[in-house]
């Protein structure tokens, strides 16, 4: 089984684009999420890309802004690229299947009426 779960916070704001395939356009949404791992001297920061199709990143691009904290999980895999120093690097990219957001809606984006007479029920 290839799965990943983190939580994390997303390092700048979702982007979303629409490219074409087989069964006519599709909607991709992209954005890094930075986990943290360890403490002190010790800590560590992983970057993961995380790509979510469709609605479910259309979600994403309209409750996600960059610094919010999400619980993200899915299967992951290394794409390998050279980068602009002639370095062979490697990049962890998720296919999103779950995401709990764990940021306020509020601080993400700004609230409608309808959010905020709920907010004040809670």
């Not at 074409?20 to 001297?41: L, M, P, R, Y």
């Not at 999400?70 to 002639?86: E, H, I, L, S």
């Not at 509020?106 to 309808?114: C, I, V």
């Amino acid at each position: 089984m290839n799965k990943m779960e983190l939580i994390g916070n997303l390092t700048k704001d979702p982007e979303t684009r629409t490219v074409k395939g087989i069964n006519g356009e599709a909607k991709v949404t992209n954005f890094t999420v930075a986990a943290n791992d360890g403490f002190g001297e010790r800590k560590q920061t992983l970057f993961v890309r995380v790509t979510a199709w469709n609605g479910f990143g259309e979600m994403c691009a309209k409750y996600l802004r960059k610094g919010s904290k999400v619980f993200a999980a899915g299967p992951v895999t290394v794409n390998a690229y050279v980068n602009n120093d002639g370095n062979a690097v490697g990049q962890l990219e998720m296919k999103l299947d779950s995401i709990e957001f764990l940021s306020r809606a509020a601080d993400a984006a700004p609230a409608t009426e309808e959010e905020d007479d709920i907010e004040g029920l809670l």
